[in-house]
């Protein structure tokens, strides 16, 4: 996962039935020389709970682990940098996976010389009401 760099400060939020319910976040360097720790609680956000951290402001190329804690359940979430993230968009083109191009399994096979390039594609989802979230992210 990429989060945007510095000078802006990424958002890590989730959902939880739990309003007031206390949410923990951790983020450690890697390797492991500096622990970041964030708290705050569950609040009603519409319909749902919700819970949300403004992170401070982390240079592009730090790598971290994250960790999340509440109500007795951990995530993880390893090898997240910070950087810049671009979002694409368009007609019927952009539906293309990295598979589809043309030349893909040499832009494949050369994927190792650039550790720090994710990919990821949003399923298409027509809702005739606001979401609180996207619901499906496809891997390459």
Known sequence: ??????????NIYGFSPTIGQKVTLQLVTVPATRTYSYETAVHQDGSVGAWNFVLDPFAAGVTVSIRVDSG??????????????WICSGQSNMQMTVFQIDGADEEIADAHNYPNVRVMTFNMYHSPTPLHDIIKVQEP
């Open 1 to 10: 996962m990429v989060l945007q760099r510095a000078p802006e400060k990424a």
């Open 72 to 85: 007795g359940e951990s995530h993880n979430i390893s090898d997240v940098i910070f950087g810049d993230v």
